[in-house]
């Protein structure tokens, strides 16, 4: 292999010219000729029976051209729109109701499509949608979880038995009772995760055009994953894959919310074939904050049992998961928290099951961290409870239970297994950079003066790199997650490399850059990474999430470039008359052994490689490559976080926040600050100020703008200080784990556990998010009440 | 009935009938065609429409097209000049801050009136002149980066060209 | 989103706006800034038949100090006032406030004048003007703050009243406006504000009740002798503010007793 020159470096993005220019290609922003709006009509109920729709009046609006209802898609679209897939691991599945992109009879959730206009302009759709009349009999909103699972309580679905959406019991209570037997100390803690809207700041958009004559589908859209909608949308159009390309452009930020298809996904193809005319329809801000799936919103039930010392025995998690009204297609990758809960640390055993709720509200599904940052706020807070419980430094009580070094290959409690780690490595770093013991010292003369400092820690792990066909597969209903990936040279040299991932931020189009110019050895102007077509490049790519784009297709990339390479030895042995054997690869050039100056560069290889060939050798220099991971990747890391709470208002100041991570070898060390940033300021979005409220009653979304959905601004956020250790992965040859989602999976716990650890004198062991001031003060006056120490550390 | 609107747009003139209703972000992207300029909200919260309406920063969906009636409007694509990046531009570049890029004209358009105003700010000036921005991506930590370093190019060496190596370090 | 159709036009004087206004009847809109308006016209909350636009109006944006009064013409943006030397010297609250509304680019365009006729409970500027006995002067009339703000979002504005001026008294004691939020761009969960004049404290508070409040038992207090966090107590004196996602009523409740005693102590 070429030595690396550009793996490693900080290199400018190669997709920011065009962006910081106002020149990018999100899907609003191409013009198409003739092109007609789609605005959708949706229930304002949470949860009732449409009795009627009335489109006279919209028929007739100016501009209008067509009002369909569900009947009018009747053979256009068939069967549900989404194919559930099964929770992993999961045994039981009771109730999966059937998902069509327009409601027939019955609305679920407020936000559900009813009906859809079409106009010439997108004004005049608007107006067409404001005509329609429904009539509606409102039912009773299903809306909290628990009261869900009690007897007697209303259905989310109609036709369901109950609103169980799976009861899944991974490994039974029975296998803990040891160590609850052996117990010192048993801790207890019921954990919100908070219901979380995740927020691109670029809503989705779809634009379709169908060929009536070639009978051929083009869909521009806002997606993660290209080939994953065209799949989609072709069963449900009856149509082949061959006949539908899927194109994706710029994506203005996805965090999940843009891999599982929507309504508007096969509403707008189907309304393209349907008006014989292009159909573009722009999501509203207003339709994204009710309509794009939901993160999190689940509740943890949690006992831990350990000894006095410290060491840590056994753990037993209940997870409850607003599935919300339908399950999302990958909903069920959220009960991985169910199997990640043990964290960083060693158990003798760990008893988890998840039961999933349908509730009357948008779907969830993975977003950003999907059941890891859960499992993450588990583990961490779990953890700090027991070591508040037995009088010992949260540092110290994590190193006690650390997977040590030396004991990776680590098989944890679930079977897992966990790759490389350093995690002691990693806390000490972190703790020497944020001035543990010194911070220590000043928090307790602050607390003297009044003053109500709290000092966090997350000792994160993360798995991802999804993944390994033997989880995946099952949990896809058969697709393995693996990646691909083509190279193409043409013959003056030029590279073309085709990626089945997507970028939508992550920078892959200069990571993978940089991966195939150092595999090829030509320089990276000469490469042009594409992705979002799927008319180009392998049969089928699998898009980005789960911080795979590097960890799977990266490794795709570097393995199609060695099968270049493969083939490049055969040709340059053909033009330096030499044995195949004999040929070396070495920066860019093909030599013979110990004649480095008897060589051709690749170009030159790429020029013979179209010319006259030996018979039986074929011409052209390109490769696939399909890359299933043997194993997951497991990036960790230390987060250390100070905050001071103002006791009079509850207001949490961020005062300090520290990171080492560790995602093994770096490709590019500006691009994964970057991701652990935003990651981390995500994080800071759902501990501190974020949260979808639905109206208990009515099932009206309350938190419905930016306004009342309070994502932070560059006020409410600390200055980062990063720092990391690199243990590469010894799961790919390129050492490389994820980091995309590592800040979001790290950061809740570290400020939590701060705020915990500010209001300890007042008695308090444990703060749910979104930790806003009322909710604390409302905490520290029933703390007051309850305790003498309260007033000690009020004065 | 349709208004008549005049502008101008990064120094050419545009002129039109138009709803009264139309918005000015939509005059900008659907009928100038300038589709630089985005729409994050409906709330004029999130600030992806901000340009400059006679050199003050305004969130373009919180306007109509008719209020813009002889203005002289700059978006994004006014920013670069004969082939060279405004120090924004090059600064967001160099910082690496931007990531998805939706919210970045925006930030870019708000940063510049920012300096207009206060061609030295500090961190904190920094971060209150741009509080009516949101982004999802960067966490803002280096988009704060970016409106430093272009604070003191401008302010330092505002000559400069802004061309620069794509390759700016060998490694950590 | 997008709003509904309607009328437009662009009004050169205040009487060509009021004729406008006469013309289009009740469900016309005077449209200033348009920070509160176009959003609510965007989700289609507000459809008014037509708007008159009266941002071409010379003469309504001025700021000038008159003897013991300062005058502030309708359409200053809050930027302006922010900014302002006359502002900062003769009522320095009034741009310490300016400064803490919305965004950049919302104090490019909004208005005082909207603002307050707007009467937004969570407005600041309704809260000062409240406490320092300022008068609204429109096309026909002068207003006292006091008889101004009646309930939520509701002023004894006719239809086709226009507000083109609001005058404050000069002060410029010791003073200090608290604006509780949790994101610097948003608007108050509660406000408070302090302001020493004439030798006596004038105390109110925002977002605390559909309209701005007059802490009047804390200012006697104060006038009594109470030191700031004894009579800060009495600033929850027959509050009766909703709850909504931010703050439960007693919260806010509470938070009016702290931010008042903090307004007080930290005046300057």
Known sequence: ?795 | MKHKVATTINGRKHEHEVEPRLLLVHYIRDVAGLTGTHIGCDTSQCGACTILVDGKAVKSCTMFAVQAEGRQLTTIEGMAKDGQLHPLQQAFWDEHGLQCGYCTPGFIMAAAYLLSQNPNPTEDEIRRGLEGNLCRCTGYVNIIKSVKAAAAAMGGAQAKPAGRSAVTAGGE | ?268
């Not at chain 1, 007609?36 to 009335?54: D, E, F, N």
């Not at chain 3, 909350?45 to 000038?64: F, R, S, T, W």
Request: proline share 5%.
């Open chain 3, 1 to 268: 989103m997008i709003p509904a159709a309607f009328e437009y036009a662009r009004a050169s004087s205040v009487d060509e706006a009021v004729k406008l206004l006469d013309q289009f009847g009740d469900e016309a809109k005077v449209l200033a800034g348009g920070h509160s308006l176009i959003p609510l016209m965007r989700l289609r909350l507000a459809q008014p038949k037509a708007l008159v636009d009266i941002n071409g109006i010379k003469g309504l944006d001025h700021i000038e100090a008159k003897g013991s009064k300062l005058h502030i013409g309708a359409l200053a943006r809050h930027f302006d006032i922010q900014n302002s030397d006359v502002v900062k010297d003769k009522l320095p609250i009034l741009a310490e406030v300016a400064s803490e509304v919305g965004d950049n680019q919302v104090r490019n365009m909004g208005t005082i004048g909207g603002v307050l006729a707007h009467a937004d409970a969570a407005g600041d500027y309704p809260t000062i003007a409240l406490i320092l006995d300022a008068d609204i002067v429109t096309n026909k009339r002068t207003i006292a703050a006091k008889d101004f703000f009646q309930d939520l979002f509701t002023t004894p504005l006719a239809a086709n009243e226009i507000v083109t001026e609001v005058v404050f008294p000069v002060a410029d004691g010791p003073h200090k406006y608290i604006k509780f939020r949790r994101r610097l761009f948003d608007w108050a969960i509660v406000g408070a504000a302090a302001q020493k004049m004439n030798g006596g404290w004038r105390i109110g508070l925002t977002n605390v009740g559909p309209t701005p409040v007059r802490a009047s038992a804390v200012e006697e207090a104060l006038h009594n002798g109470a030191k700031p966090d004894e009579a800060a107590l009495h600033a929850s004196d027959g509050l009766n503010p909703s709850g909504d996602l931010r703050a439960s009523p007693e919260y806010k409740k509470h938070l009016a007793r702290v931010l008042t005693r903090r307004a007080i102590e930290q005046a300057k």
């Open chain 1, 1 to 795: 292999m070429a030595v690396s020159q550009l793996v490693g470096a900080k290199i400018h993005r190669r997709e920011d010219p065009r962006l910081i220019t106002g020149h990018g290609r999100y899907t609003d922003d191409l013009a198409h000729s003739g092109v007609l709006h789609m605005a959708v009509v949706r229930s304002p109920h949470a949860h009732a029976r449409i009795k009627s729709i009335g489109v006279e009046a919209a028929k007739k609006a100016p501009g209008v051209v067509a009002v369909y209802t569900a009947q009018d898609f009747n053979g256009v679209i068939a069967g549900p729109a989404t194919h559930p897939v099964a929770p992993v691991f999961a045994p039981e599945k009771k109730a999966n109701p059937p998902r069509y992109p327009i409601a027939k009879e019955e609305v679920c959730y407020q936000g559900e499509p009813v009906a859809v206009v079409i106009a010439e302009e997108r004004y005049q759709a608007a107006d067409g949608a404001q005509l329609v009349d429904v009539e509606y009999e409102p039912l009773p909103a299903v809306m909290d979880i628990e009261e869900a699972l009690k007897p007697g309580s209303p259905k989310a679905h109609l036709d369901q038995p109950d609103n169980i959406a799976w009861d899944a019991t991974y490994v039974p209570w029975e296998a803990t009772d040891e160590a609850f037997k052996n117990a010192e100390v048993v801790v207890k803690q019921r954990i919100l995760q908070n219901r979380l809207s995740p927020n691109p700041m670029e809503s989705r958009v779809v634009m379709a055009e169908y060929d009536e004559f070639d009978k051929r589908l083009t869909m521009w859209m806002s997606t993660q994953n290209p080939h994953w909608i065209r799949l989609f949308v072709a069963g449900a159009l009856g149509l082949g894959e061959h006949a539908v390309r899927v194109i994706s452009h710029d994506v203005g930020g996805g965090f999940g919310s843009k891999i599982s298809p929507y309504p508007e996904d096969y509403l707008v193809p189907a309304s393209a074939k349907l008006t014989g005319r292009a159909v573009k329809w722009t999501e509203t801000r207003t339709e994204a904050m009710q309509n794009a799936y939901a993160g999190r919103g689940q509740i943890y039930d949690v006992e831990v049992a350990a000894k006095k010392d410290g060491t840590l025995l056994g753990m037993r998690l209940t997870q409850m998961l607003d599935a919300g009204a339908y399950i999302g297609t990958f909903g069920a990758f959220q009960t991985c928290a169910c199997l990640l809960a043990g964290g960083a640390y060693k158990w003798q055993a760990i008893s988890s099951r998840s039961v999933a709720v349908l509730t009357n509200k948008i779907t969830t599904d993975p977003y950003r961290g999907a059941g890891r940052p859960e499992a993450t706020h588990v583990a961490e807070r779990m953890v700090d409870l027991v070591a508040h419980e037995i009088g010992m430094d949260p540092a110290e009580i994590r190193r006690k239970n650390f997977v040590k070094k030396e004991e990776f290959p680590y098989t944890q409690n679930f079977g897992l297994v966990m790759d490389s780690g350093d995690y002691d490595g990693t806390l000490d770093k972190a703790l020497k950079l944020a001035g543990y013991d010194q911070l220590r010292k000043e928090q307790e003369d602050e607390r003297k003066k009044g003053k109500h400092i709290g000092i966090g820690l997350s000792t994160w792990i993360e798995i991802c790199g999804l993944g390994p066909g033997a989880v995946t597969g099952p949990a896809t209903g058969g697709v393995v997650l693996s990646e691909s990936a083509q190279v193409k040279i043409h013959p003056a040299g030029g590279v073309s490399v085709y990626v089945g991932t997507h970028n939508h931020g992550q920078g892959n189009d200069t990571t993978h850059a940089q991966i195939a110019a150092d595999a090829l050895g030509v320089p990276i102007d000469s490469i042009d990474i594409r992705h979002g077509d799927t008319n180009e490049g392998p049969g089928f790519g699998y898009g980005t999430y789960g911080s795979r784009s590097l960890a799977v297709g990266g490794v795709a990339i570097a393995r199609a470039c060695a099968k270049v390479v493969d083939k490049g030895k055969k040709i340059a042995a053909h033009v330096l008359e030499a044995a195949e054997d004999d040929i070396v690869f070495d920066q860019g050039k093909f030599h013979v052994k110990g004649a480095p100056e008897k060589s051709k560069a690749m170009g030159e290889v790429a020029f013979a490689a179209y010319g006259q060939l030996p018979s039986g050798m074929e011409q052209g220099l390109e490769a696939v490559a399909y890359y299933e991971p043997p194993n997951f990747v497991w990036p960790f890391g230390a987060h250390v976080c100070v905050v001071e709470v103002d006791t009079d208002t509850g207001n949490v100041e961020l005062k300090k926040y520290v990171a080492v991570d560790d995602c093994g070898n770096i490709i590019n060390p500006m691009i994964v600050d970057g991701q652990l940033h935003g990651g981390i300021v995500q994080s800071i979005g759902q501990a501190l100020y974020e949260e979808m409220v639905y109206d208990d009653e009515s099932g009206q979304l309350r938190s419905a703008t930016f306004l009342d959905y309070a994502m932070p601004t560059a006020n409410e956020v600390p200055d980062i200080e990063l720092d990391r250790t690199i243990t590469p992965s010894p799961t790919n040859e390129l050492g490389v784990k994820g980091i995309g989602e590592a800040g979001t999976i790290a950061a809740t716990a570290a400020i939590i556990n701060a705020v915990v650890d500010a209001l300890s004198p007042f008695g308090i062991k444990h703060v749910d998010m979104p930790a806003t001031p009322d909710r604390l003060w409302k905490q520290i006056q029933g703390a007051h009440a309850m305790s003498h120490d309260g007033k000690e550390a009020r004065k």
